[in-house]
């Protein structure tokens, strides 16, 4: 069965740091992987994904997250923090190959201070 | 900026009330979604569409129902509405595509029956 976890419900940086929000999965085959993130009122939006290819994964708003397969983590970064990336962030996967949906995880609020 | 639009952004109804809650896509996406979502918390998939007649059942088991007549419209019905409903709706569609399955999220509804 597919599944992901966000193992933190919130996040806490100061504005300026660099963030991580952890996500991990678990699929059968190769892993289709995805970051959306939903402002407060406001529905999801995409922020990234991976598919095959670089581990690395640059998206909008200088998010990037890495795959790491030995690991079955994807987890979301950026290098400098900034009070507007307070947020939801879901973590989703589905597995490749399959005609299956997206499973999302809890999500994680990210709370930047200044 | 996506072309999905929900109504009503907001709903307060009656215990017992049958409502409607509107979907519309102008993207000509053929998968729509509809998911269920409590303040902060993971995201459920309770009902999608491959297209045009085409309704099936998610991985959260709901009272409510869905129609697809048209490629762009995929209403969800209450047909008695409870307290239990009350929860955020988000609608969602993508291009059928195997690969690279990217959601696009309408605002959402928040429902409240009381």
């Known amino acids: 069965a597919q599944s992901v976890a966000q193992p933190e419900d919130q996040v806490n940086v100061a504005e300026g740091n660099p963030l991580t929000v952890k996500c991990t999965y678990s699929v059968s085959g190769n892993p289709y992987l995805f970051w959306y993130v939903q402002y407060p009122n406001r529905g999801l939006q995409f922020l990234l994904k991976?598919?095959?290819?670089?581990?690395l994964v640059k998206g909008s708003y200088g998010f990037e997250a890495e795959f790491n397969k030995s690991q079955t983590s994807f987890h979301l970064k950026k290098p400098s923090a900034l009070v507007s990336d307070s947020a939801l962030y879901f973590c989703?996967?589905?597995?490749?190959?399959?005609?299956?949906?997206?499973?999302f995880g809890k999500g994680t609020k990210l709370s930047v201070k200044p | 900026e996506a072309d999905i639009y929900q109504t009503p952004r907001y709903l307060v109804i009656g215990t017992g009330k049958k409502i409607t809650l509107e979907c519309s896509q102008t993207?000509?996406?053929?998968?729509m979604y509809w998911y269920q979502q409590d303040p902060g918390m993971e995201l459920h998939l309770i009902h999608y569409?491959?297209?045009?007649?085409?309704?099936e059942k998610g991985d959260l088991s709901s009272e409510s129902t869905v129609s697809r007549i048209r490629t762009e419209h995929f209403p969800l019905t209450l047909e008695s509405a409870r307290p239990s409903h009350t929860s955020q709706y988000l609608c969602a569609s993508s291009e059928y595509h195997p690969v690279n399955e990217k959601l696009f999220f309408g605002s959402g509804t928040q429902l409240s029956v009381l």
């Open positions: 993207m000509g996406h053929d998968k």
């Open positions: 989703a996967v589905r597995s490749g190959g399959s005609q299956g949906n997206l499973i």
């Open positions: 991976y598919i095959t290819g670089d581990n």
């Open positions: 569409s491959y297209g045009v007649n085409s309704t």
